[in-house]
């Protein structure tokens, strides 16, 4: 059964940081593009980075130059290298796997449980 779980979770002061990782089983996901989306209470789901496999990354404006995705094909691992925290970064982080280069959640089709980030000001 192919799973995403993610780790790394937590809650930090402003300005601190957080290193999510995402490892994967079931299947090898080295082909897949591999996203983290968060979720904040009350809002929708969005993107938060991504990366494909042939190293294509996007990352949203809010999250650009304090956030940096990464990923190990061979260890079938990705990790979200969080910076400079910040409360408005508070939500559940997920991990997914998409077939194609693509920012859009409604094309992942495998998706972890999600770890809580909470930033406090």
């Known amino acids: 059964q192919e799973q995403l779980a993610e780790s790394g979770g937590g809650t930090v002061q402003a300005g601190g940081a957080l290193r999510l990782s995402c490892a994967a089983s079931?299947?090898?996901?080295?082909?897949?593009?591999i996203g983290w989306f968060r979720q904040a209470p009350g809002k929708e789901r969005e993107s938060v980075a991504v990366?494909?496999?042939?190293?294509?990354?996007f990352y949203d404006t809010s999250v650009r130059g304090r956030f940096t995705i990464s990923r190990d094909g061979a260890r079938n691992a990705a990790w979200l290298q969080m910076n400079d925290l910040k409360p408005e970064d508070t939500g559940v982080y997920y991990c997914?796997?998409?077939?194609?280069?693509?920012?859009?959640?409604?094309?992942?089709?495998?998706w972890g449980q999600g770890t809580q980030v909470t930033v406090s000001s």
């Open positions: 079931g299947r090898r996901f080295g082909t897949y593009t």
């Open positions: 997914a796997a998409a077939p194609f280069y693509t920012a859009s959640g409604r094309h992942f089709n495998y």
């Open positions: 990366l494909s496999s042939a190293g294509e990354s």
